[in-house]
């Protein structure tokens, strides 16, 4: 499958291209599914960071449709990893319900990084959804000892279900629903209180689009966090 004009521009870009092969698939929730692969020598070639994801090729009524997913326990020896699915009605989503063993799909690796915050924050803020649940564990991972407050929005009751890495005694997990804005408000009701200082401060901030982009915001210009403090991504864009 042709990857269209925007394989073009990742070309342009450096982008990095590999076929992963299924080995198997699980359901998590009823919304939520993880399928396991082969990585088509990616790890090998370019390494692991925390939070990296990957762009998968879809077909969508015959044209190439693209979506990133972050790599869930990459085993760099093995070559092997997972990528986890937040279902709803889409090519994507549609594609992992029928995913099997033996199956391959296209990926193209570009854009994807991460540096660790230096120095190190005295407790890490993050703010996410279920799209982003695999980056979530994957920086809880890079420093385990770290506290962390976690501000995680559902929109579902099996959200609250979805496996996330927590240390109890670490780890301070703050679920929030998707209904009127409650994310944004919750945030600016408890952020200032877990801030001591603006500049040994780190927040990652991955929900969807205009979610991001309003903490963002608030972040900077309210809260006076350096840029190089804030971590945020849109990773998905809402209806």
């Known amino acids: 499958m042709g990857h269209g004009w925007e394989g073009v521009v990742l070309k342009l870009f450096r ?39 990957v762009r998968l090729w879809f077909d969508k009524a015959g044209k190439p449709h693209q979506r990133a997913y972050t790599l869930v326990d990459p085993d760099l020896e093995a070559g092997t990893f997972s990528l986890e699915f937040a279902l709803h009605d889409g090519c994507a989503s549609n594609w992992s319900r029928t995913a099997k063993a033996g199956d391959t799909i296209e990926a193209t690796l570009q854009g994807t990084g991460f540096e660790v915050p230096d120095p190190l924050p005295p407790r890490m803020l993050v703010i996410g959804d279920p799209a982003s649940l695999p980056a979530i564990n994957s920086l809880l991972s890079l420093a385990p000892k770290l506290p962390a407050t976690i501000f995680f929005e559902t929109t579902h009751d099996s959200d609250l279900e979805l496996p996330l890495r927590l240390d109890p005694e670490r780890h301070d997990l703050r679920t929030v629903s998707r209904q009127d804005d409650q994310l944004v408000t919750e945030v600016k009701a408890t952020l200032p209180a877990l801030i001591e200082d603006p500049a040994s401060t780190f927040v990652w901030v991955a929900c969807d689009t205009k979610t991001t982009r309003r903490l963002t915001s608030y972040l900077l210009k309210e809260l006076s966090l350096p840029k190089d403090r804030i971590r945020a991504l849109g990773y998905w864009r809402a209806a």
């Open 15 to 53: 982008g990095k291209d590999f076929v992963f092969t299924v080995t198997g698939a699980e359901q998590v929730t009823e919304r939520y599914r993880r399928v396991h692969f082969t990585d088509g020598g990616l790890l090998q070639a370019v390494g692991y960071h925390p939070t990296m994801w």
